[in-house]
């Protein structure tokens, strides 16, 4: 199949609708889940209007609601959720009214979809392929076996995926997350609908991965003139990206209006708070919580107290507790058969991180800095290279030594959920480390959780609790708790607060810098957002393909970086050219 | 793919001469005088007596004689019973009629327990789900051969349906009264199986998103909901096939059905050392190359799954 027989369809014109019609109409909207503890309530009330063409974003953290009204435009909540009041009106036609062919009729053709999650979004079972052209036939825009692929690889090709055509017949297992994202966005845009519901479309993805889909979405619905509904927890990317902003907390509507507006201008106290705790405007580091801050319901300014902390980092500037020496880690890849591949994870990487700072290893996913990490915490063995913590080599390091070396430094992993045993109470998670080291007895452990729980602002009558009953935050200074319990010298942040909202992740990330200047700790931060590094690091170090392509200290890189790809990063964070109204 | 199923063929190596030695010892300590068994009331004299022990390979060793017997099923002799007839010959008909059998049991568990199971995941916790749940509850609970004997009772004798034991004249219809038994007391776990996958695939992001193409549940419900929730059905109803080719002997036993399980067993009381371990070698190959499939057919269902 030669590329001119793929040309543009019919189907992709731009919609030529009325400006002033809306396209969406969202009335008094309510939606319920039905629970065993009776009906929960994540929509109260909620009204706004779509207008043909122009980009709406609802922002909000997790449990605002934001996904549910979402998900209601479409028909789509989960078995236990209803619409129980108000209207939502598509087209004028009103979805709680449609039966299952009328609404079937709408999704992909008037309203199309790109979820959040690559990973799961797409069936394991079947082909890229299959569902591409499940989704054009669904469609009615194209019949015949011939025809209905050559559009299924049309539309693979206008989301962006490289030789569409030969990815076919492969699998989702085979593909990357922003791959996936770009078939997911090729089934949402397929059939050129009117509207297209984008739901946290890249909050799963790496920033600069981010931006180009975003670049994608929003060059495909411009020529098409499609509205889009944008869902965010990131303030910043839904001022980039939308003329409108709509603001939720707790399944209403707070503030709504101009994105720019309401960015230099914030009028809910908790919009203020939302753009406050946005690492992208912090410009400096932060330091140990300054006394007067307080005011303002808790408002944790991270711009503000970044200052203080700058002169101190200096003073601190002592010998180095981690030294890291030609680090290299090759790993062998199955290929099929007999035959097998080299890949080098890490490549002859060195650097320093220096007692009371914190040094961010920064990079894209595969970049290899999670291995790098893994090896400092003595989890995988280096191929080459050397690794000194206070002073003890660890590569050489077997048995008992190995055991008493782990307990300088310890990990805090990204996922709160996955890195607790729900099996076990708060308290035992946190005593563990103590007891397999064998430090004090039940009495004095049990005293040193409470002293723990009392340094990351937990109340200790959480000792006796489960995790499933904490929330994100909650769970995650739990994991600092526990790494903190040995009063280990270093602490290993991998990604440990991506997987949180950005309040939470303003909160924690005040914690971890007060706990700091308390006790002194050295911190290996891994990251891939460039944001948070700005406010938590001192050094940083980034990493492309194993090696590390620049380092130096945080306000000389992002002042000046030099290497194109550290730039890359840099523009890829959200709103990083927006003026914020704080 | 390849190189797998060579590692499992190896596998299966050390697991056949565990198993053949193992019974062979077994046989070996059985009590009683096989040749004397030979005779039934009447003994045989010296002569006779020591001609067939030498012929039989009675009078060497445990080893020498487990050896003997391996070469002899390596040259695919698999001896003689003590009627005359050659083990092979007594296998390759009763085999058939087991295989068919077994057959038709699992055909009937599959279509019970993946059409039971999609309902019952479809509507959970509805009116349907719960009798479903608690016929399958009161099914399992019944021991097989009572299961059987009331079939019988019932089935056979009562509403005369099916013949009341099979005998000479094995069929396929003939012995589906049988085999639907076996189902009966079978499919409980698959339909469990299907069921918890179904609610789950339900909820998952990749129905919503079929949905969200434009799909009507007409299509959703097979080809993203069902297919998906097969994938451990069909493992394990495969899985069953293995055992019950082996486990029909009270099955076979209480409708009279000529198959493996009751050559089997006659061969056991009959103390028919040669019968016994050649019938129960054969059945742990075909156990090994079952199990194979299964995990094959595990992957051709699942595409992440690869075997290396």
């Keep these: 199949m030669t590329t001119e027989v793929i040309t543009t369809s019919i189907d992709d014109q731009p919609h030529d609708l009325d400006p002033n019609k809306p396209l969406v109409q969202v009335k008094d909207l309510e939606v ?112 015949g076996r011939k025809e209905v692929e050559a559009r299924a690889v049309e539309v693979l090709q206008q989301a962006g995926l490289a030789d569409a055509e030969r990815r076919m017949k492969q699998f989702p297992h085979q593909f990357s997350g922003g791959m996936r994202q770009r078939v997911l966005i090729g089934i949402g845009l397929g059939a ?13 993805l790496d920033v600069t991965v981010q931006k180009t889909i975003l670049d994608r979405i929003e060059s495909l619905t411009r020529a098409r003139n499609t509205a889009v509904l944008l869902i965010t927890h990131d303030l910043g990317l839904a001022a980039e990206r939308a003329s409108k902003v709509i603001v939720m907390h707790k399944g209403k509507i707070v503030e ?20 406050a705790a946005a690492p992208s405007i912090a410009s400096q580091r932060i330091g140990a919580t300054v006394a007067e801050d307080g005011d303002d319901e808790g408002v944790i300014e991270l711009a503000s107290i970044a200052k203080e902390r700058h002169e101190e980092a200096e003073a601190h500037a002592g010998k180095a507790v981690v030294e890291v020496k030609d680090l290299t880690k090759v790993f062998s890849i199955r290929r099929g058969g007999f035959k097998s591949e080299d890949l080098t994870a890490v490549d002859n990487v060195s650097f320093e991180v220096h007692k009371g700072t914190t040094l961010a290893l920064v990079g894209e996913s595969g970049s290899g800095k999670t291995t790098a990490a893994r090896m400092i915490l003595g989890l995988e063995t280096p ?15 077997k048995g008992k030594e190995l055991f008493d070396l782990r307990r300088r430094m310890q990990p805090v992993f990204q996922d ?106 050295t911190y290996l931060f891994i990251t891939h957002d460039l944001a948070v590094v700005r406010v938590v690091a001192d050094e940083v170090a980034v990493m492309e393909q194993g090696k590390i392509v620049e380092a130096g200290t945080t306000d000389e890189v992002f002042a000046n970086a030099k290497q194109p790809y550290t730039q890359r990063l840099l523009d890829a964070i959200p709103g990083s050219g927006i003026d914020w109204g704080v | 793919m390849l190189r797998y199923i060579l590692r499992r063929l190896l596998q299966a190596i050390p697991v056949f001469f565990g ?45 020498v004689q487990y050896l003997l017997y391996m070469k002899d099923l ?21 085999f058939p009629v087991t295989l ?162 009751k050559v089997l067993y006659d061969a056991i009381i009959g103390g028919e050392g040669p019968t016994i371990v050649s019938f129960v070698t054969i059945l742990t190959i075909m156990y090994i190359i079952v199990n194979i499939l299964v995990d094959l057919l595990y992957a051709v269902l699942d595409p992440r799954i690869r075997y290396v």
């Design chain 1, 32 to 143: 319920s889940f039905k629970t065993q503890g009776g009906d929960v309530h994540a929509v109260r009330g909620v009204n706004f209007e779509i207008y043909p063409g122009e980009t709406v974003a609802i922002v909000g953290e997790s449990g605002s609601g934001k996904s549910t009204t979402a998900t209601a435009l479409m028909n789509l909540l989960p078995g236990n959720g209803r619409i129980s009041g108000g209207q939502v009106l598509i087209e004028d036609k009103d979805v709680a009214k449609l039966n299952q062919k009328q609404m079937a009729a709408l999704r992909g053709h008037v309203i199309g979809y790109v979820p959040q999650d690559p990973m799961s979004n797409l069936n394991p079972v079947w082909s890229v392929g299959f569902q591409v052209r499940e989704a054009v036939r669904a469609n009615g825009l194209a019949t």
């Design chain 2, 74 to 94: 390596f040259t695919g002799n698999l001896g003689v019973t003590f009627s005359g007839r050659s083990v092979n010959e007594v296998f390759a008909d009763a």
């Design chain 1, 416 to 521: 709160p959920y996955a890195s607790l045993d729900p099996q076990r109470s708060i308290g035992a998670i946190i005593q563990e480390p103590l007891k397999v080291h064998k430090v004090g007895n039940a009495k004095s452990r049990q005293a040193r959780v409470e002293e723990l729980l009392e340094q990351v602002a937990l109340p200790s009558a959480l000792a006796h609790r489960y995790p499933n009953e904490l929330s994100g935050g909650q769970r995650q200074r739990v994991a600092i708790a526990r790494a903190l319990a040995l009063k280990p010298e270093v602490v290993v942040l991998d990604e440990a607060v991506s997987a949180l909202d950005v309040l939470v992740q303003a909160q924690i990330l005040q914690l971890l810098a007060d706990l700091q200047t308390e006790l002194g700790l």
């Design chain 2, 19 to 63: 198993t053949t030695f193992l019974l062979y010892f077994m046989v070996f300590s059985m009590p009683g005088d096989p040749i004397l068994a030979m005779f039934g009331d009447r003994t045989p004299n010296e002569a006779l007596y020591n001609q067939l022990v030498a012929q039989y390979n009675l009078d060497q060793p445990f080893v």
């Design chain 1, 383 to 397: 191929t080459s290279g050397e690794i000194s913590v206070g002073g003890t080599r660890l590569d050489a390091a």
């Design chain 2, 100 to 261: 068919m059998l077994v057959t038709m049991a699992v055909i009937f568990e599959f279509i019970l327990a993946a059409g039971l199971g999609l309902i019952s995941g479809l509507r959970a916790g509805k009116f349907s789900d719960q009798l479903n749940l608690v016929v399958a509850l009161v099914l399992n609970s019944i021991p097989a051969f009572v299961a059987m004997f009331f079939a019988q009772y019932f089935i056979a004798l009562g509403l005369g349906w099916a013949p009341v034991t099979v005998g000479a004249n094995a069929t396929w219809s003939t012995m589906w009264l049988p085999a639907l038994t076996i189902a009966l007391t079978l499919y409980v776990v698959g339909m469990r199986l299907m069921r918890g996958s179904v609610i789950e695939a339900r909820s998952a992001d990749y129905v919503r998103t079929a949905y969200a193409k434009g799909l009507t549940s007409k299509r959703v419900v097979p080809v993203h909901v069902a297919r998906n929730s097969l994938i451990p059905v069909v493992t394990n109803t495969a899985a069953s096939f293995g055992a019950l080719i082996a486990g029909t002997t009270v099955t076979e036993g209480i409708f009279n059905i000529p198959g493996i399980g």
């Design chain 1, 192 to 204: 050129n609908p009117k509207l297209l519901i984008a739901d946290e479309p890249t909050s799963a």
């Design chain 1, 256 to 275: 709504a209006g101009p994105s720019r507006a309401i960015l230099a201008d914030p009028q809910h106290p908790y919009t203020r708070r939302l753009l």
